[in-house]
Every structure is written in structure tokens, then in C-alpha cells.
T-cell receptor, first 111, second 116 residues
Framework: DAKTTQPNSMESNEEEPVHLPCNHSTISGTDYIHWYRQLPSQGPEYVIHGLTSNVNNRMASLAIAEDRKSSTLILHRATLRDAAVYYCILRDGNSGYALNFGKGTSLLVTP | GAVVSQHPSRVICKSGTSVKIECRSLDFQATTMFWYRQFPKQSLMLMATSNEGSKATYEQGVEKDKFLINHASLTLSTLTVTSAHPEDSSFYIC????????????FGQGTRLTVV
């Protein structure tokens, strides 16, 4: 799987939008961009994924650059419950292999 | 959404004993499950891929005789830590995916193992 680069940590105020960036300059044409998050002492949970077009779901939005070399996870209104480590992972759409986790971005949400 | 249940959530055992961790996919069949280990303030590290009805595939550096994996059915995989040592203390997490192209992965709640 191609490598991703994320900031180690970010901070946000409660009820404000959060933009979590991810760089993936070596992405291949069949790589999907996945985002997972891990709350303290829990297993990761799926957030969103996409290929080329921007994606929205009840949890977040995913904005994908036109050249696909970067993407941004958008939390529209951060809550204290959104404090977690967010992982951006590339995954070949044809692959049945495991997700390979990097270090992720630790998001701190302050009231 | 689909649920993966992992049990126990927390276990303390003595050095030299064995501990079994169960991972169940509750509402879908998982031909493949994955086992991860996570040390404090570190990311998840893949240990092995568990295949239903066949031997598990272990990542480099993971001892297959120490971490026994059994995937006897489409909904259950178990990880047994044998002859546990304090350095095996960690957070163990299982994952499963439903069949289909590029489906999302579902994770268990994790098992906090402490070896004393």
C-alpha cells in the first residue's frame, strides 16, 4: 500500500469545523482513500472512504484533490466525542489484504 | 452496520499461562479476519491474517507457535497467546470485512492483556 502523511496532532474548539489533511503523493489509480478513527481504549471505527469524487456521510465529508495526491477529512461540527486518532489509509480496491495503519492524527477537541 | 464482537475486553494472567481471545462477526460471514497488536501510544501493528479453514498467515517477526490462530468457522476466529510473558502485555484488536470489493473493515472492541 502507498504511504500517507498526516500531521501528528491537531486541535479544535467544540462545535467548530475540523479539516484533517492527508498527503498521498504516490497513490495509484486503484487505491481508495479510507479514513478510520480510534477513540481511546477502543478498536478503530470506519469513518468514510472514496476514490475520486468527494463523499459525504452522516459522520463526515471527504474532499479529494483533483490529482488525488491529497485529501481532507472534514468534521463539520466537532464535539468532544470526536477526540480520537484519525487514520488516513490507502487501500487497493482489488486487494483483500489488511489495512496498514500509520501514526495518524491525534485530534484534541476543547470545550 | 456490521458488528465485530471481541471477548474478553480485559484480561490479566500470570506469566507462563495461556490466554484465548475470541473475535466474532455477528451479522456477516468473514472468510478473512485480521489480528493486530497495539502498544501504548503506538499505532496498530498487523500480526496475522486468519483464513477460514486454513492456516493463518503471520507477519514477519510474529511467532506462529506463540500466537496461535484458529478460524474454524465463517464467524469466529480465536487468538491464543501461549506461555505469556510480561512483554506480551498489549492491546489486541481483531478486524473483519464482509465479502465484496473494497468494503469497509469492522473492528472488535479490543482486548487489553496484562501479563503479571
Amino acid at each position: 500500500d502507498a504511504k500517507t502523511t498526516q500531521p501528528n496532532s491537531m486541535e479544535s474548539n467544540e462545535e467548530e469545523p475540523v479539516h484533517l489533511p492527508c498527503n498521498h503523493s504516490t497513490i495509484s489509480g486503484t487505491d481508495y482513500i479510507h479514513w478510520y478513527r480510534q477513540l481511546p481504549s477502543q478498536g478503530p471505527e470506519y469513518v468514510i472512504h472514496g476514490l475520486t469524487s468527494n463523499v459525504n456521510n452522516r459522520m463526515a465529508s471527504l474532499a479529494i484533490a483533483e490529482d488525488r495526491k491529497s485529501s481532507t477529512l472534514i468534521l463539520h461540527r466537532a464535539t468532544l466525542r470526536d477526540a480520537a486518532v484519525y487514520y488516513c489509509i490507502l487501500r487497493d480496491g482489488n486487494s483483500g489484504y489488511a489495512l496498514n495503519f500509520g501514526k495518524g492524527t491525534s485530534l484534541l477537541v476543547t470545550p | 452496520g456490521a458488528v465485530v464482537s471481541q471477548h474478553p475486553s480485559r484480561v490479566i494472567c500470570k506469566s507462563g499461562t495461556s490466554v484465548k481471545i475470541e473475535c466474532r462477526s455477528l451479522d456477516f460471514q468473514a472468510t478473512t479476519m485480521f489480528w493486530y497488536r497495539q502498544f501504548p501510544k503506538q499505532s496498530l501493528m498487523l500480526m496475522a491474517t486468519s483464513n477460514e479453514g486454513s492456516k493463518a498467515t503471520y507477519e514477519q517477526g510474529v511467532e506462529k507457535d506463540k500466537f496461535l490462530i484458529n478460524h474454524a468457522s465463517l464467524t469466529l476466529s480465536t487468538l491464543t497467546v501461549t506461555s505469556a510473558h510480561p512483554e506480551d502485555s498489549s492491546f489486541y484488536i481483531c478486524s473483519a470485512r464482509a465479502q465484496g470489493e473494497n468494503t469497509e473493515a469492522f473492528f472488535g472492541q479490543g482486548t487489553r492483556l496484562t501479563v503479571v
